[in-house]
């Protein structure tokens, strides 16, 4: 029976965060471990993906600085987003090879994992033609963007389940001019959502959009296990801006 190995990581940098989802792309193209799904807890960060743009960030080093908010680029695709406390991140370590090496494949099926999950929560989650994500009500609520190499792919996505949107105010999100981000908080109201509870339910609907039997947690330590066995440099580039 194949199984989706969950980890809720708890407190993470983002640059650890990286690096573990980098020694686990490293073991899974191996075939030293299955398909993961991590479950970091970032402190407020701006990361860049590759198609990042020149006026996505709306406001200048130094109140970045006074804010303690660091700018990392990498490589997955997309544009600029926000990470921080109340957003559910998933990165995604999962072998392509078995469903087509369909990158535009995997990209909906977490699509599709979201909007299941919203669902059951009561909002009605959709897709926007041309652009990737999930939307409310013609507001954002969840970004996606992923990396491969080896024909794993990595990164994943970020899901708005009750985080300060006013921190959304510091970037034009994902790129995109005039766009307004949501939350399950800000639709349901905070008392109704519980970040631990969609963590579960996200775990349980991307194991079955990916067709996996069943979901194990798995206790960090075992996740940065993989670190210890040695992790070559990746060739992904990551270039880390103090703000």
């Given at each position: ?6 980890c809720?990581?708890?407190?993470t ?5 990286l690096?573990l ?7 899974r193209?191996a075939g ?7 479950f970091p807890?970032h402190?407020?960060?701006l990361?860049v993906g590759?198609g990042g743009s020149?006026g996505s960030?709306?406001?200048d ?6 804010l ?9 695709g997309?544009d600029i ?11 995604t370590?999962?072998d392509?090879?078995p469903?087509?090496?369909d990158?535009?494949r ?14 059951d929560?009561?909002?009605a989650?959709?897709?926007?033609p041309?652009?990737?994500?999930v939307?409310?009500?013609g507001e954002k609520?969840a970004?996606?963007g ?5 024909w ?17 105010d510091?970037i034009?999100?994902c790129g ?8 399950m908080?800000?639709?349901l109201g905070a008392?109704?959502?519980?970040l631990?509870e969609?963590r579960?339910r996200v775990?349980a609907?991307l194991?079955l959009?990916?067709?996996v039997d069943a979901?194990r947690?798995?206790?960090p330590?075992e996740a940065?296990s ?7 440099a990746?060739?992904t580039?990551l270039?880390h801006?103090?703000?």
């Amino acid at each position: 029976m194949s199984a989706l190995a969950a980890c809720a990581l708890g407190a993470t940098s983002y640059r650890d965060g990286l690096r573990l989802q980098e020694a686990l792309v490293n073991a899974r193209a191996a075939g030293r471990t299955g398909d993961w799904l991590l479950f970091p807890d970032h402190p407020p960060v701006l990361t860049v993906g590759r198609g990042g743009s020149e006026g996505s960030l709306r406001v200048d080093p130094r109140t970045l600085a006074r804010l303690g908010i660091e700018v990392f680029e990498v490589a997955r695709g997309g544009d600029i987003t926000w990470h921080g406390p109340g957003q559910l991140v998933g990165y995604t370590i999962v072998d392509l090879t078995p469903r087509g090496r369909d990158t535009h494949r995997f990209l909906r099926d977490l699509e599709q994992a979201l909007i299941r999950v919203l669902g059951d929560c009561g909002l009605a989650g959709e897709r926007v033609p041309g652009r990737t994500g999930v939307w409310v009500a013609g507001e954002k609520i969840a970004s996606i963007g992923i990396a491969v190499r080896r024909w794993v792919g990595y990164h994943g996505f970020a899901l708005n389940v009750a985080p300060d949107l006013a921190s959304f105010d510091l970037i034009h999100p994902c790129g995109l001019r005039g766009i307004r981000m949501t939350s399950m908080a800000a639709r349901l109201g905070a008392e109704n959502v519980r970040l631990e509870e969609v963590r579960a339910r996200v775990a349980a609907a991307l194991a079955l959009q990916l067709g996996v039997d069943a979901v194990r947690w798995a206790p960090p330590d075992e996740a940065r296990s993989f670190l210890e066995r040695g992790n070559e440099a990746a060739d992904t580039t990551l270039d880390h801006h103090a703000a």
